[in-house]
């Protein structure tokens, strides 16, 4: 009954912004660890940024700086982007980690950065 579900792609222009929003529902806890993570054909998945339930936070190195997760809601995050760059386009996943159980996926969303 676990549901992901991301929203907030598009497409933007180098140096544009863009907030991913991400829901998670059917969890029986409301701060789950959540990630946001991304891939391009050809090459495998990568972690973008991660946001456990305490509230700590890590990134790739290649979004410090850059990119930012936050809480918005009971198991809701969000990725705010910015100073985007034409190799951060990729479709991006949303994932949560409740306690005891398996990891859930949302559907992706895709994100295209034009230069």
């Known amino acids: 009954q676990v549901q992901v579900v991301e929203s907030g792609g598009g497409l933007v222009q180098a140096g544009g912004s863009l907030r991913l929003s991400c829901a998670a529902s059917g969890t029986i806890f409301s701060n789950d660890a959540m990630g946001w993570y991304r891939q391009v054909p050809g090459k495998q998945r990568e972690l973008v940024a991660g946001i456990t339930s305490g509230g700590f936070t890590n990134y790739a190195d290649s979004v410090k700086g850059r990119f930012t997760i936050f809480r918005d809601g009971e198991n809701s995050v969000s990725l705010e982007m910015n100073n985007l760059k034409p190799e951060d386009t990729a479709v991006y996943y949303c994932?949560?980690?409740?306690?005891?159980?398996?990891?859930?996926w949302g559907q992706g969303t895709q994100v295209t950065v034009s230069s």
């Open positions: 994932a949560v980690f409740p306690p005891l159980d398996r990891e859930y």
